[in-house]
């Protein structure tokens, strides 16, 4: 049984939230290309940053939302639902120890609810062909794909995937 709490994540808990994707970027090394996992880890440590997600605590079109175990930061579910009513599901990641244990599934379950409690009818993301995990965690969930970018961000390939919330 998953003993795993998802909720909100708090001001108080944002280092360790930082701290936490870090690590999981870190562990996609052996997934992705340096030339894309460095910008993202570069962004992350930048000092202006942990001021940047406080203030996205502000913004009501944010949501982010935690896994925890035992008071333990496991993973994080990032995105937005614009008033248009299309929400971006910008970044799911479990730390490695905890992955195939149902966490991405129950964040990526949760996400969706607070993306529909905010109206959206629609979410999209994109993901590396190379992740397979995840691909097959969004197929699962019912995603499609909607598009292929060659040498998108940072040069590196992208699936486009949408899921509409009906």
């Not at 936490?20 to 992350?44: A, G, K, Q, T, Y």
């Not at 248009?84 to 149902?102: A, S, Y």
């Not at 599934?105 to 992740?131: C, D, G, I, M």
């Amino acid at each position: 049984m998953l003993l795993v709490k998802i909720r909100p994540v708090t001001v108080e808990e944002m280092e360790r939230l930082l701290s936490c994707e870090i690590e999981i970027w870190e562990s996609l090394r052996e997934f992705l290309p340096d030339s894309f996992v460095n910008p993202n880890i570069e962004m992350l440590r930048r000092s202006e940053t942990l001021d940047n997600f406080k203030r996205f605590l502000e913004d009501k079109e944010v949501i982010l939302l935690i896994a925890l175990e035992n008071d333990e930061i496991i993973g994080l579910a990032i995105g937005r639902v614009k008033e248009d009513g299309v929400g971006h599901l910008g970044f799911l990641g479990v730390r490695p120890e905890h992955r195939r244990k149902g966490v991405g599934s129950t964040l990526l379950q949760e996400y969706l609810k607070e993306a529909k409690k905010r109206n959206a009818h629609k979410v999209w993301l994109f993901t590396a062909p190379s992740l397979q995990l995840a691909i097959r965690l969004y197929v699962k969930t019912g995603f499609i794909p909607e598009g292929y970018m060659r040498r998108h961000s940072f040069g590196l390939d992208l699936i486009f995937y949408s899921k509409f919330l009906t």
